[in-house]
Protein backbone atom coordinates (compact mmCIF):
# COMPACT_ATOMS: atom_id res chain seq x y z
CA UNK A 1 0.00 0.00 0.00
CA UNK A 2 1.25 3.63 -1.08
CA UNK A 3 1.91 5.79 1.46
CA UNK A 4 1.20 10.09 0.93
CA UNK A 5 4.54 11.92 1.10
CA UNK A 6 2.58 14.19 3.68
CA UNK A 7 2.10 11.66 6.34
CA UNK A 8 5.45 10.40 5.81
CA UNK A 9 7.27 14.27 6.63
CA UNK A 10 4.95 14.76 9.66
CA UNK A 11 5.35 11.31 11.17
CA UNK A 12 9.22 11.29 10.54
CA UNK A 13 9.32 7.29 11.37
CA UNK A 14 12.73 6.14 10.24
CA UNK A 15 13.39 2.31 9.78
CA UNK A 16 10.32 1.46 7.98
CA UNK A 17 9.79 -0.20 4.80
CA UNK A 18 7.48 1.87 2.48
CA UNK A 19 6.11 2.63 -1.18
CA UNK A 20 5.48 5.99 -2.34
CA UNK A 21 3.88 7.22 -5.66
CA UNK A 22 4.43 10.35 -7.69
CA UNK A 23 6.06 12.29 -10.44
CA UNK A 24 9.69 12.97 -10.32
CA UNK A 25 10.48 16.96 -9.91
CA UNK A 26 14.20 16.82 -10.44
CA UNK A 27 17.12 13.93 -10.56
CA UNK A 28 20.99 14.90 -10.05
CA UNK A 29 23.67 12.25 -10.28
CA UNK A 30 27.25 11.83 -8.50
CA UNK A 31 29.56 9.18 -7.98
CA UNK A 32 27.38 6.24 -8.96
CA UNK A 33 24.06 8.07 -6.80
CA UNK A 34 20.84 9.71 -8.22
CA UNK A 35 18.92 11.89 -5.54
CA UNK A 36 15.28 12.23 -6.96
CA UNK A 37 12.94 14.63 -5.79
CA UNK A 38 9.50 13.25 -5.81
CA UNK A 39 6.71 14.91 -5.05
CA UNK A 40 3.12 12.95 -4.88
CA UNK A 41 1.11 16.60 -4.89
CA UNK A 42 0.00 15.79 -0.91
CA UNK A 43 1.71 18.47 0.52
CA UNK A 44 3.82 21.19 -1.21
CA UNK A 45 7.22 19.55 -0.52
CA UNK A 46 9.05 16.59 -2.14
CA UNK A 47 10.81 13.74 -0.98
CA UNK A 48 14.29 13.03 -1.58
CA UNK A 49 14.69 9.25 -3.08
CA UNK A 50 18.78 7.72 -2.85
CA UNK A 51 18.84 5.29 -5.86
CA UNK A 52 22.63 3.90 -6.29
CA UNK A 53 23.85 1.50 -9.05
CA UNK A 54 22.83 -1.77 -7.43
CA UNK A 55 19.07 -1.05 -9.00
CA UNK A 56 18.95 -3.34 -11.81
CA UNK A 57 17.16 -0.31 -13.86
CA UNK A 58 19.89 2.26 -12.84
CA UNK A 59 21.69 2.45 -15.97
CA UNK A 60 19.03 1.79 -18.19
CA UNK A 61 16.08 4.15 -16.66
CA UNK A 62 16.83 5.72 -13.60
CA UNK A 63 19.76 7.83 -14.77
CA UNK A 64 17.56 9.03 -17.43
CA UNK A 65 14.52 10.06 -15.49
CA UNK A 66 12.99 13.46 -16.08
CA UNK A 67 11.05 16.09 -15.25
CA UNK A 68 7.44 14.98 -14.74
CA UNK A 69 7.75 10.94 -15.01
CA UNK A 70 5.51 8.92 -12.96
CA UNK A 71 7.26 6.18 -10.53
CA UNK A 72 6.55 4.18 -7.89
CA UNK A 73 9.35 3.41 -5.07
CA UNK A 74 9.74 1.07 -2.64
CA UNK A 75 12.84 1.49 -0.05
CA UNK A 76 13.42 2.21 3.63
CA UNK A 77 12.91 5.44 4.82
CA UNK A 78 16.15 6.83 6.90
CA UNK A 79 16.96 9.77 8.68
CA UNK A 80 18.55 12.24 6.44
CA UNK A 81 21.97 13.96 6.92
CA UNK A 82 20.63 16.53 4.28
CA UNK A 83 20.05 20.22 5.19
CA UNK A 84 16.29 21.18 4.90
CA UNK A 85 15.14 17.35 5.01
CA UNK A 86 14.46 15.76 7.79
CA UNK A 87 14.28 11.97 5.86
CA UNK A 88 14.93 10.49 2.83
CA UNK A 89 14.24 7.23 1.07
CA UNK A 90 16.38 4.54 0.48
CA UNK A 91 15.00 2.95 -2.83
CA UNK A 92 15.40 -0.85 -3.40
CA UNK A 93 13.22 -0.44 -6.32
CA UNK A 94 11.88 2.09 -9.01
CA UNK A 95 9.22 1.51 -11.60
CA UNK A 96 8.64 4.41 -14.20
CA UNK A 97 5.17 3.92 -15.01
CA UNK A 98 4.94 7.20 -17.19
CA UNK A 99 7.35 8.73 -18.96
CA UNK A 100 7.38 12.84 -19.74
CA UNK A 101 9.72 13.82 -23.16
CA UNK A 102 11.64 15.97 -21.53
CA UNK A 103 11.96 17.58 -25.24
CA UNK A 104 8.22 18.67 -24.88
CA UNK A 105 7.49 18.74 -21.55
CA UNK A 106 6.11 22.08 -21.20
CA UNK A 107 6.90 22.42 -17.44
CA UNK A 108 10.60 22.32 -16.71
CA UNK A 109 12.27 23.48 -13.07
CA UNK A 110 12.09 27.54 -13.53
CA UNK A 111 8.90 30.03 -12.73
CA UNK A 112 6.63 30.03 -15.09
CA UNK A 113 4.17 33.14 -15.58
CA UNK A 114 0.57 32.46 -14.30
CA UNK A 115 -0.71 33.66 -18.07
CA UNK A 116 1.70 30.84 -19.61
CA UNK A 117 0.09 29.05 -17.00
CA UNK A 118 -3.48 29.11 -18.33
CA UNK A 119 -2.73 27.94 -21.78
CA UNK A 120 -1.97 24.61 -20.05
CA UNK A 121 -4.36 24.53 -17.85
CA UNK A 122 -4.49 20.37 -17.62
CA UNK A 123 -1.39 20.84 -16.64
CA UNK A 124 -1.15 23.53 -14.29
CA UNK A 125 -1.73 21.56 -11.12
CA UNK A 126 1.54 20.09 -11.16
CA UNK A 127 3.12 23.65 -10.14
CA UNK A 128 4.10 24.62 -6.87
CA UNK A 129 1.85 27.83 -6.50
CA UNK A 130 -1.42 26.09 -8.41
CA UNK A 131 -0.91 22.89 -6.44
CA UNK A 132 -0.79 25.07 -3.06
CA UNK A 133 -4.09 27.15 -4.66
CA UNK A 134 -6.12 23.30 -5.39
CA UNK A 135 -5.16 21.92 -1.47
CA UNK A 136 -5.95 25.56 0.17
CA UNK A 137 -9.52 25.73 -1.87
CA UNK A 138 -9.85 22.06 -1.22
CA UNK A 139 -9.33 22.68 2.60
CA UNK A 140 -11.39 26.07 2.83
CA UNK A 141 -14.74 23.68 0.89
CA UNK A 142 -14.07 21.26 3.94
CA UNK A 143 -14.30 24.26 6.16
CA UNK A 144 -17.38 25.53 4.92
CA UNK A 145 -19.22 22.91 5.68
CA UNK A 146 -17.36 21.98 9.41
CA UNK A 147 -18.77 25.96 9.75
CA UNK A 148 -22.59 25.05 8.88
CA UNK A 149 -22.81 22.00 10.23
CA UNK A 150 -21.89 22.27 13.26
CA UNK A 151 -23.90 25.06 14.05
CA UNK A 152 -27.03 23.19 13.02
CA UNK A 153 -27.46 24.36 9.05
CA UNK A 154 -28.65 21.79 6.97
CA UNK A 155 -27.52 21.48 3.51
CA UNK A 156 -29.60 22.27 0.54
CA UNK A 157 -28.81 21.01 -3.42
CA UNK A 158 -30.33 23.61 -4.58
CA UNK A 159 -30.85 23.36 -8.68
CA UNK A 160 -28.75 24.19 -11.41
CA UNK A 161 -31.26 24.41 -13.92
CA UNK A 162 -33.60 26.72 -13.01
CA UNK A 163 -36.45 29.49 -14.13
CA UNK A 164 -35.68 32.22 -11.81
CA UNK A 165 -33.69 35.06 -12.38
CA UNK A 166 -32.72 35.89 -8.60
CA UNK A 167 -30.69 38.83 -9.47
CA UNK A 168 -32.86 39.83 -12.18
CA UNK A 169 -30.29 41.47 -14.72
CA UNK A 170 -31.12 38.84 -17.00
CA UNK A 171 -27.22 37.91 -17.57
CA UNK A 172 -28.59 34.07 -17.66
CA UNK A 173 -27.11 31.36 -20.11
CA UNK A 174 -30.50 29.82 -21.63
CA UNK A 175 -30.35 26.11 -21.73
CA UNK A 176 -31.25 24.27 -24.74
CA UNK A 177 -31.78 20.59 -25.52
CA UNK A 178 -29.72 21.28 -28.76
CA UNK A 179 -31.88 19.90 -31.04
CA UNK A 180 -30.44 21.47 -34.54
CA UNK A 181 -32.85 23.62 -36.67
CA UNK A 182 -35.32 24.36 -34.23
CA UNK A 183 -36.66 28.15 -33.69
CA UNK A 184 -37.79 27.62 -29.78
CA UNK A 185 -36.56 24.54 -27.76
CA UNK A 186 -38.30 24.63 -24.29
CA UNK A 187 -37.21 21.35 -22.86
CA UNK A 188 -38.63 22.29 -19.39
CA UNK A 189 -42.05 23.34 -20.96
CA UNK A 190 -40.53 27.25 -20.57
CA UNK A 191 -37.34 29.14 -20.62
CA UNK A 192 -35.14 27.80 -18.31
CA UNK A 193 -31.49 28.95 -17.72
CA UNK A 194 -28.22 27.97 -15.69
CA UNK A 195 -28.49 29.65 -11.99
CA UNK A 196 -27.21 32.70 -11.08
CA UNK A 197 -27.72 31.95 -7.38
CA UNK A 198 -29.27 29.22 -4.98
CA UNK A 199 -31.02 31.76 -3.03
CA UNK A 200 -34.67 32.03 -4.07
CA UNK A 201 -34.47 28.29 -2.93
CA UNK A 202 -33.11 27.96 -0.19
CA UNK A 203 -35.72 30.60 0.90
CA UNK A 204 -38.12 27.50 0.25
CA UNK A 205 -36.04 25.24 2.72
CA UNK A 206 -35.01 27.73 5.34
CA UNK A 207 -38.75 28.43 6.01
CA UNK A 208 -39.40 24.61 6.34
CA UNK A 209 -36.51 23.56 8.15
CA UNK A 210 -34.73 26.99 9.91
CA UNK A 211 -31.14 27.37 9.12
CA UNK A 212 -29.79 26.07 5.49
CA UNK A 213 -27.11 26.49 3.11
CA UNK A 214 -26.14 25.88 -0.24
CA UNK A 215 -22.76 25.51 -1.62
CA UNK A 216 -22.45 24.76 -5.41
CA UNK A 217 -21.81 26.15 -8.85
CA UNK A 218 -23.35 29.50 -10.34
CA UNK A 219 -22.95 30.97 -13.76
CA UNK A 220 -22.98 34.46 -15.21
CA UNK A 221 -23.28 35.46 -18.59
CA UNK A 222 -21.40 38.68 -18.12
CA UNK A 223 -19.33 40.23 -20.95
CA UNK A 224 -16.74 40.84 -18.24
CA UNK A 225 -13.32 39.84 -18.48
CA UNK A 226 -11.55 41.35 -15.87
CA UNK A 227 -9.43 39.50 -13.29
CA UNK A 228 -12.38 39.91 -10.57
CA UNK A 229 -14.85 38.15 -13.34
CA UNK A 230 -16.08 34.32 -14.15
CA UNK A 231 -18.69 33.12 -16.22
CA UNK A 232 -18.99 29.53 -13.63
CA UNK A 233 -17.95 29.99 -10.19
CA UNK A 234 -19.24 28.70 -6.90
CA UNK A 235 -21.26 29.99 -4.50
CA UNK A 236 -21.97 29.43 -0.62
CA UNK A 237 -25.21 30.98 0.26
CA UNK A 238 -26.83 30.44 3.88
CA UNK A 239 -30.55 31.13 4.41
CA UNK A 240 -31.66 31.42 7.85
CA UNK A 241 -35.22 31.59 9.53
CA UNK A 242 -36.46 34.10 12.28
CA UNK A 243 -33.18 35.95 11.63
CA UNK A 244 -33.06 40.01 10.89
CA UNK A 245 -29.77 41.64 9.31
CA UNK A 246 -27.90 41.77 12.68
CA UNK A 247 -27.89 38.31 12.88
CA UNK A 248 -27.44 38.15 9.29
CA UNK A 249 -23.85 40.13 9.87
CA UNK A 250 -23.18 38.08 12.88
CA UNK A 251 -23.11 34.93 11.39
CA UNK A 252 -20.83 36.30 7.97
CA UNK A 253 -18.50 37.64 10.32
CA UNK A 254 -18.21 34.88 12.46
CA UNK A 255 -17.88 32.27 8.95
CA UNK A 256 -15.07 34.55 7.53
CA UNK A 257 -12.71 34.57 10.85
CA UNK A 258 -13.57 30.51 11.46
CA UNK A 259 -12.37 29.96 7.43
CA UNK A 260 -9.25 32.11 7.62
CA UNK A 261 -8.40 30.73 10.92
CA UNK A 262 -8.72 27.10 9.52
CA UNK A 263 -6.60 27.24 6.82
CA UNK A 264 -4.05 28.89 8.43
CA UNK A 265 -4.04 26.32 10.67
CA UNK A 266 -4.38 23.46 8.47
CA UNK A 267 -2.13 24.58 5.55
CA UNK A 268 0.54 26.23 6.88
CA UNK A 269 3.33 25.45 4.36
CA UNK A 270 1.27 26.88 1.42
CA UNK A 271 -0.01 29.64 3.12
CA UNK A 272 4.06 30.50 3.75
CA UNK A 273 4.10 29.86 0.22
CA UNK A 274 1.80 32.34 -0.90
CA UNK A 275 3.03 35.36 2.10
CA UNK A 276 6.74 34.56 0.41
CA UNK A 277 6.01 34.52 -3.17
CA UNK A 278 2.70 36.34 -3.87
CA UNK A 279 1.38 38.58 -1.54
CA UNK A 280 4.40 39.59 0.87
CA UNK A 281 2.48 40.65 4.56
CA UNK A 282 -0.33 38.18 3.59
CA UNK A 283 -0.49 35.82 6.44
CA UNK A 284 -0.11 38.94 8.79
CA UNK A 285 -3.45 40.73 6.41
CA UNK A 286 -5.29 37.69 7.28
CA UNK A 287 -4.26 37.11 11.12
CA UNK A 288 -5.20 40.86 11.42
CA UNK A 289 -8.93 40.03 10.13
CA UNK A 290 -9.19 37.19 12.36
CA UNK A 291 -8.19 39.48 15.36
CA UNK A 292 -10.09 42.47 14.61
CA UNK A 293 -13.77 43.36 15.31
CA UNK A 294 -15.06 44.59 11.88
CA UNK A 295 -16.12 47.99 11.56
CA UNK A 296 -19.38 49.24 10.71
CA UNK A 297 -21.34 51.69 9.15
CA UNK A 298 -24.26 52.06 6.79
CA UNK A 299 -23.89 53.07 2.88
CA UNK A 300 -24.87 56.80 3.75
CA UNK A 301 -21.92 57.33 6.43
CA UNK A 302 -19.88 55.48 3.24
CA UNK A 303 -20.53 57.92 0.51
CA UNK A 304 -19.64 61.01 2.95
CA UNK A 305 -16.65 59.34 3.78
CA UNK A 306 -15.33 59.27 0.09
CA UNK A 307 -16.73 62.45 -1.09
CA UNK A 308 -14.58 64.04 1.67
CA UNK A 309 -11.90 62.08 0.86
CA UNK A 310 -8.73 64.11 -0.14
CA UNK A 311 -8.53 61.36 -3.19
CA UNK A 312 -9.25 61.29 -6.89
CA UNK A 313 -11.51 58.26 -8.01
CA UNK A 314 -11.82 56.52 -11.31
CA UNK A 315 -15.92 56.56 -10.64
CA UNK A 316 -17.76 59.29 -9.21
CA UNK A 317 -19.53 59.42 -5.87
CA UNK A 318 -23.02 60.36 -5.29
CA UNK A 319 -25.82 58.85 -2.98
CA UNK A 320 -27.75 56.16 -4.97
CA UNK A 321 -24.86 55.16 -7.11
CA UNK A 322 -23.01 51.50 -6.14
CA UNK A 323 -20.36 51.55 -4.32
CA UNK A 324 -17.14 50.59 -6.99
CA UNK A 325 -14.41 48.52 -6.02
CA UNK A 326 -11.79 51.70 -5.75
CA UNK A 327 -13.72 52.69 -3.36
CA UNK A 328 -14.73 49.46 -0.96
CA UNK A 329 -10.62 49.43 -0.88
CA UNK A 330 -10.28 53.24 -0.37
CA UNK A 331 -12.81 52.24 2.89
CA UNK A 332 -10.87 49.04 4.11
CA UNK A 333 -7.44 50.10 3.56
CA UNK A 334 -6.63 53.84 4.39
CA UNK A 335 -9.89 54.82 6.11
CA UNK A 336 -10.82 52.11 8.94
CA UNK A 337 -7.46 49.22 7.57
CA UNK A 338 -9.85 46.58 8.61
CA UNK A 339 -12.67 44.99 7.54
CA UNK A 340 -16.18 46.68 7.13
CA UNK A 341 -19.70 45.98 6.62
CA UNK A 342 -21.55 48.31 4.85
CA UNK A 343 -25.57 48.13 5.73
CA UNK A 344 -28.71 50.17 4.19
CA UNK A 345 -28.21 50.40 0.70
CA UNK A 346 -30.20 52.81 -1.40
CA UNK A 347 -33.39 50.33 -2.63
CA UNK A 348 -33.14 51.24 -6.23
CA UNK A 349 -29.82 49.90 -6.52
CA UNK A 350 -30.49 46.47 -5.06
CA UNK A 351 -32.74 42.94 -5.98
CA UNK A 352 -36.54 42.95 -5.28
CA UNK A 353 -35.99 40.36 -2.24
CA UNK A 354 -34.43 42.70 -0.02
CA UNK A 355 -36.19 43.94 2.86
CA UNK A 356 -37.49 47.57 2.77
CA UNK A 357 -36.66 49.73 5.50
CA UNK A 358 -38.92 52.47 7.28
CA UNK A 359 -39.22 55.25 4.97
CA UNK A 360 -38.79 53.40 2.17
CA UNK A 361 -35.57 55.15 0.71
CA UNK A 362 -33.11 52.19 1.70
CA UNK A 363 -33.34 48.31 2.52
CA UNK A 364 -31.48 45.91 4.84
CA UNK A 365 -29.10 45.17 3.02
CA UNK A 366 -25.33 44.31 4.24
CA UNK A 367 -21.68 44.32 2.06
CA UNK A 368 -18.56 42.65 3.68
CA UNK A 369 -15.36 44.97 2.41
CA UNK A 370 -12.03 43.18 2.70
CA UNK A 371 -8.69 44.79 2.05
CA UNK A 372 -7.17 44.14 -1.46
CA UNK A 373 -10.44 42.50 -2.87
CA UNK A 374 -13.29 45.10 -1.89
CA UNK A 375 -16.67 43.18 -1.65
CA UNK A 376 -16.43 39.37 -0.51
CA UNK A 377 -20.31 38.86 0.97
CA UNK A 378 -23.61 40.16 0.12
CA UNK A 379 -26.41 39.84 1.98
CA UNK A 380 -29.62 41.21 2.97
CA UNK A 381 -32.60 40.54 5.13
CA UNK A 382 -35.42 38.92 3.14
CA UNK A 383 -38.85 40.70 1.86
CA UNK A 384 -41.20 39.00 4.00
CA UNK A 385 -44.17 41.16 3.87
CA UNK A 386 -46.46 40.15 1.42
CA UNK A 387 -47.60 43.24 -0.06
CA UNK A 388 -44.29 45.08 -0.03
CA UNK A 389 -43.00 42.28 -2.22
CA UNK A 390 -45.51 42.48 -4.65
CA UNK A 391 -44.81 46.39 -5.05
CA UNK A 392 -40.94 46.03 -5.46
CA UNK A 393 -41.77 43.00 -8.13
CA UNK A 394 -44.29 45.45 -10.09
CA UNK A 395 -41.63 48.18 -9.88
CA UNK A 396 -39.04 45.65 -11.20
CA UNK A 397 -40.80 44.28 -13.87
CA UNK A 398 -41.15 41.05 -12.73
CA UNK A 399 -44.08 38.85 -13.90
CA UNK A 400 -45.62 37.69 -11.01
CA UNK A 401 -47.01 34.40 -12.09
CA UNK A 402 -43.37 33.31 -12.79
CA UNK A 403 -42.92 33.91 -9.07
CA UNK A 404 -46.26 32.65 -7.54
CA UNK A 405 -44.36 30.38 -5.58
CA UNK A 406 -42.10 32.93 -4.40
CA UNK A 407 -44.84 34.98 -2.80
CA UNK A 408 -46.59 32.13 -1.25
CA UNK A 409 -43.78 31.60 1.59
CA UNK A 410 -45.17 35.22 2.34
CA UNK A 411 -48.62 34.18 2.64
CA UNK A 412 -48.29 30.94 4.13
CA UNK A 413 -46.44 31.42 7.69
CA UNK A 414 -43.88 34.05 6.46
CA UNK A 415 -41.43 34.91 8.91
CA UNK A 416 -38.35 37.38 8.98
CA UNK A 417 -35.21 35.50 7.30
CA UNK A 418 -32.44 36.53 6.19
CA UNK A 419 -28.89 35.13 4.01
CA UNK A 420 -25.89 35.95 2.19
CA UNK A 421 -23.64 35.08 -0.42
CA UNK A 422 -20.03 34.50 -0.54
CA UNK A 423 -18.20 33.85 -3.58
CA UNK A 424 -16.08 31.00 -3.20
CA UNK A 425 -13.32 31.99 -5.46
CA UNK A 426 -13.11 36.00 -4.27
CA UNK A 427 -12.87 33.90 -0.58
CA UNK A 428 -9.60 32.22 -2.35
CA UNK A 429 -8.06 35.00 -3.60
CA UNK A 430 -7.65 37.21 -0.59
CA UNK A 431 -6.84 33.75 0.80
CA UNK A 432 -3.75 33.39 -1.26
CA UNK A 433 -3.08 36.49 -2.62
CA UNK A 434 -3.87 36.04 -6.31
CA UNK A 435 -4.07 38.65 -8.43
CA UNK A 436 -6.40 37.40 -10.59
CA UNK A 437 -9.33 34.82 -10.17
CA UNK A 438 -8.67 32.49 -12.35
CA UNK A 439 -5.99 30.86 -10.84
CA UNK A 440 -8.13 30.27 -7.62
CA UNK A 441 -10.36 27.76 -9.68
CA UNK A 442 -9.19 24.54 -11.06
CA UNK A 443 -10.51 25.13 -14.97
CA UNK A 444 -11.59 28.83 -15.55
CA UNK A 445 -14.34 30.37 -17.54
CA UNK A 446 -14.23 33.33 -19.24
CA UNK A 447 -15.53 34.69 -22.34
CA UNK A 448 -13.72 33.62 -25.64
CA UNK A 449 -12.35 31.22 -23.01
CA UNK A 450 -13.13 27.44 -21.75
CA UNK A 451 -10.57 24.74 -21.36
CA UNK A 452 -10.67 20.87 -20.69
Not at 5 to 19: D, S
Not at 155 to 170: F, L
Not at 378 to 401: K, T
Not at 405 to 421: E, I, M, N, Q, T
Request: aromatic content about 10%; proline content about 4%.
Amino acid sequence: MKTRIKNILQEKGTGQRLTITGWVRTRRDTGGFSFIEVGDGSCLANLQVIADSRLTNYDSEVKHLSTGTSVIVEGELKESPAKGQAVEIHADRIEIVGHADPETYPLQKKRHSFEFLREISHLRPRTNALGAVGRVRSRLSYAVHQFFQGRGFIQVHTPIITTSDCEGAGEMFQVSSGKPGAKEDHFFGRAAGLTVSGQLQAEVYALALGDVYTFGPTFRAEKSNTSRHLAEFWMIEPEMAFCDLKGNMQIAEEMLKYLLTDVMTNCPEDMELFDKFIEKGLLKKLQDVVDQEFAHITYTEAVDRLKSAKKTFEFPVEWGLDLQSEHERYLTEEVFKRPLTVTDYPAAIKPFYMRVNEGGKTVAAMDILVPGIGEIVGGSQREERYDVLVSRMEQAGINLADYQWYLDLRLYGSVPHAGFGLGFERLIQFVTGMANIREVIPFPRTPGSAPC
